[in-house]
């Protein structure tokens, strides 16, 4: 439902009593991530919070009205959204930011530690679901937790859109406000909301998220299956005809002056960075020729550049400036990319690669019990600095690839790493599917590589064969998975504990044994891994 809003000049706007910390200082340079051994985790949330996967922001200017903090940061990992049905986001929150992920049982409460949220500003009624959830989530959470000592707060992170309906300053402006209103109503100064807002501290960072409206988005799969847009439009001109009052009479159709309408944006975001609003801002879907633009007219930033899994891969000159800008790269598509390959040989060369740290000989002290595809992509982009989000309506897979998961990942290889950039290259260039193309080799799905049946990884190097199984937990205690031997009947512990709700992931053989057991050293289920299977195997212990 439209709604009509009283548009707030700047001074205004400014002086909403929202409690918004000021952003910190900013470096030149990009940082790579933290691990969890050597990052300085001084945000002032409590003493036995976990340390989390964090990146410094560059920035050119000290001019704030707010003062800076030296070393500020922004969360790597955080959860998306944008374009997730309505219905779910609640689920989806309380799950990604409570501390208590299973409330089954008493012994497996575990904070998955997501402290940065991503929005999309296409639908108010999206954000308006946000804010209400954050409300209700950390006011439950915050009457559970000990009293902070003095000047200590829990930091969370908001990522917000200008969508291109709402290019130029003046409309822009008007964005942010309902944003803000939107998210943060019950988070003000003098809102009479529980002591534990006293406790939170909210960064908010605001991102353009295209230059311009393009006719080709409306026909686009993304666009027809959003459920933030539940009334469709065919192009630019009939959306923007669509637009409520209030919004058209704040300011100027960007259809008009498609060029310059996203500079003004920019300005008006510079100025709400300036005054201490905005902890940092950047831009999304932008293309090589409107960032050389947006380097000569910045005065600060960008901050943040959202972009795909190809463009990262692929925009070599693109990458190489926004590194030597020192912009930090948000990944928005890594899961769903990596998925999207999923029938192809680099998904099955990720699949083992991950499948190997499950093993108990694996020779880490890690409490690793496998990766799956996606966590390895993701793993080695945060080890790179490169932020993500891992969308997602499931709970299992919000704690596998939560920051506490993927800072214990332990640091890829470089041959690890080739071979990780070699496979995302093939996936994204659609190659590996059908007849299998792999370094070089084309094969049909049954022929063998060599005569001793050998894999190989995308660029065409020896990887160890086997089948990559996943043991799903279904159960409310920890199982491990042994091997009975096939001679001697002696049963060898191939996995460390995999909790409850989560898979453990393995390499195996055809015609081998599996039992899993319970921590009690009761045998849970036997399992066979028939002579015929190929490639993947999934079993549940139940």
């Known amino acids: 439902m439209k709604r009509s809003r009283l548009y707030l000049t700047l001074?205004?706007?400014?002086?909403?009593?929202?409690?918004?910390?000021?952003?910190?200082?900013?470096?030149?340079?990009?940082?790579?991530?933290?691990?969890?051994?050597?990052?300085?985790?001084?945000?002032?949330?409590?003493?036995?919070?976990?340390?989390?996967?964090?990146?410094?922001?560059?920035?050119?200017?000290?001019?704030?009205?707010?003062?800076?903090q030296e070393g500020a940061i922004i969360p790597l990992v955080g959860v998306g959204v944008g374009n997730s049905p309505h219905h779910k986001i609640p689920f989806i929150l309380a799950s990604a930011l409570s501390s208590k992920t299973n409330k089954q049982t008493d012994n497996n409460f575990e904070d998955l530690h997501y402290r940065l949220v991503d929005t999309s500003h296409t639908d108010s009624a999206l954000e308006v679901l946000v804010g209400r959830?954050?409300?209700?989530?950390?006011?439950?959470?915050?009457?559970?937790?000990?009293?902070?000592?003095?000047?200590?707060?829990?930091?969370?992170?908001?990522?917000?859109?200008?969508?291109?309906?709402?290019?130029?300053?003046?409309?822009?402006?008007?964005?942010?406000?309902?944003s803000l209103s939107d998210i943060l109503p019950g988070f003000s100064s003098n809102s009479g909301t529980s002591s534990s807002s006293n406790t939170i501290d909210f960064r908010v960072h605001a991102v353009i998220q295209y230059p311009r409206c393009y006719d080709s988005f409306f026909m686009s799969e993304t666009y027809k299956k959003s459920p933030n847009f539940p009334v469709k439009h065919s192009s630019c001109r009939e959306e923007e005809?669509?637009?409520?009052?209030?919004?058209?009479?704040?300011?100027?159709?960007?259809?008009?002056?498609?060029?310059?309408?996203?500079?003004?944006?920019?300005?008006?975001?510079?100025?709400?960075?300036?005054?201490?609003?905005?902890?940092?801002?950047?831009?999304?879907n932008f293309g090589p020729f409107d960032m050389k633009s947006l380097y000569e007219i910045s005065t600060e930033g960008p901050h943040?550049?959202?972009?795909?899994?190809?463009?990262?891969?692929?925009?070599?000159?693109?990458?190489?400036?926004?590194?030597?800008?020192?912009?930090?790269?948000?990944?928005t598509d890594a899961a769903s990319?990596?998925?999207?390959?999923?029938?192809?040989?680099?998904?099955?060369?990720?699949?083992?690669?991950?499948?190997?740290?499950?093993?108990?000989?694996?020779?880490?002290?890690?409490?690793?019990?496998?990766?799956?595809?996606?966590?390895?992509?993701?793993?080695?982009?945060?080890?790179?600095?490169?932020?993500?989000?891992?969308?997602?309506?499931?709970?299992?897979?919000?704690?596998?690839?939560?920051?506490?998961?993927?800072?214990?990942?332990?640091?890829?290889?470089?041959?690890?790493?080739?071979?990780?950039e070699t496979a995302l290259l093939a996936i994204v260039k659609g190659e590996g599917t059908g007849s299998k193309e792999i370094g070089g080799i084309t094969r049909t799905e049954k022929e063998d590589v060599t005569p001793e049946n050998v894999e190989l990884t995308p660029n065409g190097s020896q990887l160890d064969g086997g089948i990559v199984a996943t043991f799903f937990n279904t159960l409310q205690r920890n199982v491990r998975i042994f091997l009975v031997h096939p001679e001697t009947g002696r049963q060898i512990q191939l996995s460390r504990s995999i909790p409850p709700g989560r898979s453990g992931r393995l390499i195996v053989e055809p015609t081998n044994v599996l039992i899993a057991y319970d921590g009690h050293g009761v045998a849970v289920k036997k399992f066979l891994v028939e002579e015929d299977t190929y490639g993947r195997v999934d079993f549940t212990c139940e």
């Open 11 to 68: 001074p205004f706007l400014l002086a909403l009593h929202i409690d918004l910390a000021s952003a910190a200082t900013l470096r030149a340079t990009q940082s790579p991530a933290q691990s969890p051994d050597d990052a300085e985790y001084n945000d002032g949330s409590y003493t036995n919070a976990p340390k989390q996967l964090t990146v410094k922001l560059s920035r050119s200017t000290r001019h704030r009205a707010k003062g800076s």
């Open 337 to 420: 990319a990596v998925l999207a390959g999923k029938d192809s040989e680099a998904f099955a060369t990720l699949e083992r690669m991950g499948a190997k740290h499950g093993s108990v000989d694996e020779g880490d002290s890690s409490d690793a019990y496998g990766y799956s595809a996606v966590q390895v992509v993701l793993g080695w982009l945060v080890q790179r600095g490169v932020g993500v989000f891992p969308g997602t309506t499931s709970t299992e897979h919000l704690a596998e690839n939560s920051p506490m998961t993927l800072a214990s990942m332990p640091k890829f290889s470089p041959r690890e790493s080739l071979d990780i």
């Open 133 to 178: 959830s954050l409300s209700r989530l950390l006011s439950s959470e915050g009457k559970g937790k000990p009293s902070p000592s003095p000047g200590t707060r829990d930091e969370y992170h908001l990522l917000i859109k200008i969508h291109h309906t709402h290019l130029g300053y003046e409309r822009t402006m008007l964005s942010i406000q309902n």
């Open 304 to 331: 943040i550049y959202q972009g795909s899994l190809r463009t990262l891969l692929m925009e070599e000159v693109m990458i190489e400036e926004l590194i030597r800008h020192g912009v930090h790269y948000q990944c």
């Open 241 to 284: 005809d669509a637009l409520d009052a209030a919004t058209k009479a704040v300011g100027p159709s960007p259809l008009i002056d498609t060029e310059n309408a996203w500079r003004r944006s920019w300005r008006a975001l510079e100025e709400l960075y300036h005054h201490g609003t905005l902890e940092s801002i950047g831009v999304s």
